[in-house]
């Protein structure tokens, strides 16, 4: 099936750094959602953007939904442990949900 | 805990044979959705249903079946098995009925390996 490009792949970063990722498409979405996936676990709803342009926090995450509705992308700021997981950028449009193909986070002690 | 429960958590088999895998839904939610999850394919959208009626349809293989309860518990059959159906499958629910305008509430998923 088709897939979104989601990078990076993975990231190893000290705790206390920012990161950032990104989810970029040839298509255009209606909706972007962000979803984080802990070891052994099913993937959680972090943020959803509806509209061209939104910029939306959670806590230390912020996501946007491009201005072209073809790219989304999440920050995370002062990265703590429990920010280790995959993270996944997920577009809606044309009735189709498509996953991108995650960013796995590692903290460096 | 999301409130979803699937079962079972392990399952091994043999290729060629049939399987189901179960979830319930969290309480009061009426959509119930599937997705497989695995290494080359990453996570990709199987089914939904909603209130007991199919409501979308992703990539799911035509040996795949689902099918949602009038108590809105469902299955996910899987039938003529093969080596490369091995993943982790993972149910979802959410209240509402849209595929993206509803928080989607995710299970621990089942892990189905194929030998």
């Known amino acids: 099936g088709q897939q979104l490009n989601q990078s990076p792949q993975s990231m190893f970063i000290q705790e206390g750094e920012d990161v950032s990722m990104n989810c970029t498409s040839s298509?255009?979405?209606?909706?972007w959602l962000w979803y984080k996936q802990d070891p052994g676990e099913g993937p959680v709803l972090l943020i959803a953007?509806?509209?061209?342009?939104e910029l939306t926090s959670n806590g230390r995450l912020t996501a946007q939904f491009g201005i072209t509705r073809k790219d989304s992308f999440l920050n995370i700021s002062a990265s703590i442990p429990s920010d280790v997981g995959i993270y996944f950028c997920?577009?809606?449009?044309?009735?189709?949900?498509?996953f991108g193909t995650g960013t796995r986070l590692t903290i460096i002690p | 805990d999301s409130g979803v429960t699937q079962t079972p958590k392990h399952l091994i088999t043999a290729t060629g044979q049939r399987v189901t895998l179960r979830c319930s839904p969290r309480?009061?939610?009426?959509?119930v959705y599937w997705y497989q999850q695995s290494l080359d394919q990453g996570l990709q959208f199987l089914i939904q249903?909603?209130?007991?009626?199919?409501?979308a349809k992703g990539n799911i293989l035509e040996r795949f079946s689902a099918q949602q309860f009038p108590d809105l518990h469902s299955e996910l059959n899987l039938s003529s098995l093969e080596l490369g159906d091995s993943a982790l499958y993972f149910c979802?629910?959410?209240?509402?009925?849209?595929?993206?305008?509803?928080?989607?509430?995710f299970g621990p998923g089942t892990r189905l390996t194929v030998l």
């Open positions: 979802a629910s959410s209240v509402e009925g849209h595929l993206a305008y509803n928080e989607q509430f």
């Open positions: 298509s255009i979405f209606n909706t």
């Open positions: 953007l509806y509209k061209a342009g």
């Open positions: 997920v577009s809606f449009g044309n009735e189709k949900l498509t």
């Open positions: 309480s009061g939610d009426l959509s």
């Open positions: 249903y909603y209130n007991g009626e199919e409501r």
